[in-house]
């Protein structure tokens, strides 16, 4: 076989700025190229076992139910809606983005009576316009950090006042990049994704689920892959350690998860957290003294996701195509209404740096002078 056939054109590499994924924590990337194990080794039950607890300590929890699901983060929502909704559920749904529209969505086709919250794009949830949507709901739900717009929402008061409701938080682009305590907020189901602060390539939803949430669940809900009642032994074994047989677990993206948590809890949680708001300050900073506005609403708005408003009579795709053909460079479009409004500029994971803040901003200055 000759080199030119192995790879029939150059690899492409890029600077993945945008909403996801980023590029990885190298050790996570390195990490891909170990020997592949089988999902029954037992060095593999060591790493997943690992890798769960460390999950643990990101998540703030001690959640015993706390793995690594073996899909994206999209699986994650899935698999929290079709353990817990029965037919005729009340499901309370804060929506401020096209995240918390999807967990609508789904709910819906679990059968829940979904009562959505709706908030302007921009904003954080109204915590008390949410819990006083329904006097009694079986659950509530809301986006932590909305992707789409660049938003943090305060989970921990929904927690203080979810009453008997179970809570259910999306944490897909918080979860290592912002502190999380699920036990301390009262949130009983939550989800990530790997491809976001936790420097990991897509592929892994990490997922936690409390044991009063477990004791309310679904005995035998309507998708088999994702029901929690069979992977419970799977990741964690049934009572006396013996593991039981559920799907092949993507062996080696669990073993770069895990590579990818040891480098954050190496550095220190705090001190992730400390790099990633310095990133986003220098970024934010840098884009008003551009001249541009800042989409999402001060006071809550995401370090490690910048929202800025495209500014009036520039080609937003133009842009972010001069971006990509010039610098390798990815910043993302905003979704649905705001596609062509907003630019999305994620600084998350191993991208968190100061460093590379002012390096989109001299591209993008660059763009916007000359991108036709």
Not at 30 to 38: E, I, Q, V
Not at 100 to 124: D, F, K, N, W
Not at 262 to 271: F, P, S, T, V, Y
Request: proline share 5%; hydrophobic share 40%.
């Amino acid at each position: 076989m000759t080199e030119s056939s192995v790879f029939s054109s150059p690899i492409v590499g890029r600077q993945l700025f945008g909403p996801g994924p980023c590029n990885p924590y190298p050790e996570a990337h390195l990490a891909l190229s170990l020997p592949l194990l089988g999902h029954l080794d037992p060095a593999f039950i060591s790493a997943m076992d690992d890798t769960s607890e460390m999950l643990r300590k990101v998540w703030g929890t001690q959640n015993q139910r706390t793995l690594p699901l073996s899909a994206t983060g999209s699986a994650g929502m899935e698999a929290a809606f079709v353990n817990t909704v029965r037919p005729s559920d009340v499901v309370v749904v804060a929506v401020n983005g096209l995240f918390g529209e999807r967990m609508a969505e789904v709910a819906s086709r679990h059968g829940a009576e979904v009562i959505v919250v709706e908030h302007e794009y921009g904003t954080p949830i109204d915590v008390e316009r949410v819990v006083t949507a329904h006097p009694n709901p079986n659950i509530i739900a809301a986006v932590h950090a909305e992707t789409s717009t660049g938003v943090v929402s305060d989970i921990k008061t929904l927690g203080e006042n979810k009453g008997d409701a179970l809570l259910l938080a999306d944490c897909v682009t918080s979860v290592g990049g912002m502190e999380i305590s699920l036990d301390d907020w009262g949130v009983d189901l939550a989800y990530a994704g790997s491809q976001k602060c936790l420097g990991v390539a897509p592929g892994l939803a990490p997922f936690s689920i409390s044991d009063r949430a477990f004791e309310r669940r679904v005995e035998r809900p309507a998708n088999w892959y994702l029901d929690l009642n069979l992977l419970g032994g799977y990741a964690s074994g049934e009572p006396g350690g013996k593991r039981t047989y559920h799907h092949t677990a993507p062996t080696g993206m669990v073993v770069s998860l895990q590579a990818g948590l040891q480098r954050i809890l190496a550095e220190g949680l705090d001190n992730v957290y400390a790099r990633h708001r310095a990133a986003g300050k220098a970024m934010q900073d840098g884009l008003e003294e551009m001249g541009l506005k800042l989409f999402a609403e001060e006071g809550a708005r995401l370090a490690q996701l910048t929202t800025v408003e495209v500014p009036e009579g520039v080609d937003s795709a133009a842009v972010r195509n001069y971006l990509l053909d010039k610098y390798n460079l990815e910043i993302g479009a905003g979704t649905g209404a705001y596609a062509a409004k907003i630019w999305r500029i994620g600084l998350m994971g191993h991208n968190a740096t100061e460093a590379n803040a002012h390096l989109v901003l001299a591209a993008l200055k660059d763009a916007l002078d000359n991108a036709s």
